[in-house]
C-alpha cells in the first residue's frame, strides 16, 4: 500500500530560526512529490514540485530536498517568520494515467517570538 | 497565477437536507479535479477524482450516492453532500489541474456545518 509519512507531527520554532520537515514515501511507481502550505482554513499552497531527476529545488525560504533511492524528501525553512505557521503537508503522484495522489498526514509548524 | 475558487465557503445546513458546493478553475481548463475532506487537525483525505466528462472515480469507503460529483466542463466540477448528517461536518476543499505534471491548484475551502 502506497504511503506517505511525515515527521515530526508538529513542531514550535522561535522566530528567526530555521528548521527541517521530513518526508517519507513508500509509492511507486513514482512520479513526483509536491510540498504544500495550508494555512488554518485554507486551501493547500504549492510550494515545491519535485520529479525524480531532481535532487534540490528552492522557492525563496523554502528548500526541498529529494533522495528517490532511499524515498525521501525534506523541506527546509530558513530564517523562520510568524507567517509560516501553517501545517506542511508532503504530496507523491504515481506515475501514469491514473496519476494516483497519496498525502502525507502534514506537519503542523507554528513560529513563535 | 492559476486560481481556482470555490463557493461558498461556508454554509450550514439542516439535517436531511442536501448541499451543493461548486469547484472552479478560473483562468485554466482543468482536465481532472480532485476532492477532499479535512478534519481538524488532520491532513486532507482525499474523497474522489473527476476527470472532465466521465463519471467520477471515489475512494475506498468514500459513499458515491451520498456525495455526488459533477465535472460537466473543464471549469467547473460541483460536489454536493445528499441527505446530510450531522457527521458529514467537515472542511471540504476541491483541486484541479490541467495534467500529470501540471501543479495542484486548490480552492480556499468550505465549511459544512449540519445541524
Known amino acids: 500500500k502506497n504511503q506517505v509519512e511525515q515527521s515530526p507531527q508538529s513542531l514550535i520554532i522561535l522566530e528567526g530560526k530555521n528548521c527541517t520537515l521530513q518526508?517519507?514515501?513508500?509509492?511507486?511507481?513514482?512520479?513526483?512529490l509536491r510540498w504544500y502550505k495550508q494555512d488554518t482554513g485554507r486551501g493547500p499552497v504549492s510550494l515545491t514540485i519535485?520529479?525524480?531527476?531532481?535532487n534540490t529545488k528552492s522557492n525563496g525560504r523554502y528548500t526541498a530536498t529529494l533522495d528517490a533511492d532511499t524515498k525521501q524528501s525534506s523541506l527546509h525553512i530558513t530564517a523562520s517568520q510568524l507567517s509560516d505557521s501553517a501545517s506542511y503537508i508532503c504530496?507523491?503522484?504515481?506515475?501514469?494515467?491514473?496519476?494516483?495522489?497519496?498525502f502525507g498526514t502534514g506537519t503542523r509548524l507554528q513560529v513563535t517570538l | 497565477g492559476a486560481v481556482v475558487s470555490q463557493h461558498p465557503s461556508r454554509v450550514i445546513c439542516k439535517s436531511g437536507t442536501s448541499v451543493k458546493i461548486e469547484c472552479r478553475s478560473l483562468?485554466?481548463?482543468?482536465?481532472?479535479m480532485f476532492w477532499y475532506r479535512q478534519f481538524p487537525k488532520q491532513s486532507l483525505m482525499l474523497m474522489a477524482t473527476?476527470?472532465?466528462?466521465?463519471?467520477?472515480?471515489?475512494e475506498q469507503g468514500v459513499e458515491k450516492d451520498k456525495f455526488l460529483i459533477n465535472h460537466a466542463s473543464l471549469t467547473l466540477s460541483t460536489l454536493t453532500v445528499t441527505s446530510a448528517h450531522p457527521e458529514d461536518s467537515s472542511f471540504y476543499i476541491c483541486?484541479?489541474?490541467?495534467?500529470?505534471?501540471?501543479?495542484?491548484?486548490f480552492g480556499n475551502g468550505t465549511r459544512l456545518t449540519v445541524t
Open positions: 518526508c517519507n514515501y513508500t509509492v511507486s511507481p513514482f512520479s513526483n
Open positions: 483562468d485554466f481548463q482543468a482536465t481532472t
Open positions: 504530496v507523491v503522484s504515481e506515475t501514469g494515467t491514473a496519476s494516483k495522489l497519496t
Open positions: 473527476s476527470n472532465e466528462g466521465s463519471k467520477a472515480t471515489y
Open positions: 519535485m520529479t525524480f531527476s531532481e
Open positions: 483541486s484541479a489541474r490541467v495534467s500529470e505534471w501540471s501543479p495542484l491548484h
